[in-house]
């Protein structure tokens, strides 16, 4: 028998601007950049659990399953980068 990693779990320190991008609210309150709009962006890759919040500091949380988690990560990067400005 042999295990292998098949999820791991990513931090991404986001940049002040980045964060000020997820930070913006519509005028009823609810933000303008949801988890399902990421989500959205993020598909169809194999990534879940994505997150993000004052609480956890300037950091955007993932994880990645399946065979190719490093070119998931980069893909994952690039989306990011597109919708929230480069680091």
Do not use: C, N
């Not at 990513?10 to 990421?38: F, M, V």
């Not at 597109?82 to 680091?87: E, F, S």
């Amino acid at each position: 028998m042999k295990a292998a990693v098949y999820s791991v779990t990513y931090r991404i320190a986001l940049t002040d601007a980045q964060q000020a991008r997820l930070d913006r609210k519509w005028p009823d309150g609810d933000p303008l950049i949801s988890y399902e709009k990421i989500a959205y962006i993020l598909e169809p890759l194999p990534v879940e659990d994505v997150y993000w919040s004052h609480h956890t500091g300037q950091f955007l949380y993932f994880t990645v399953r399946g065979d190719d988690i490093d070119g998931t990560v980069a893909e994952v990067i690039e989306r990011l980068e597109t919708k929230l400005g480069k680091v």
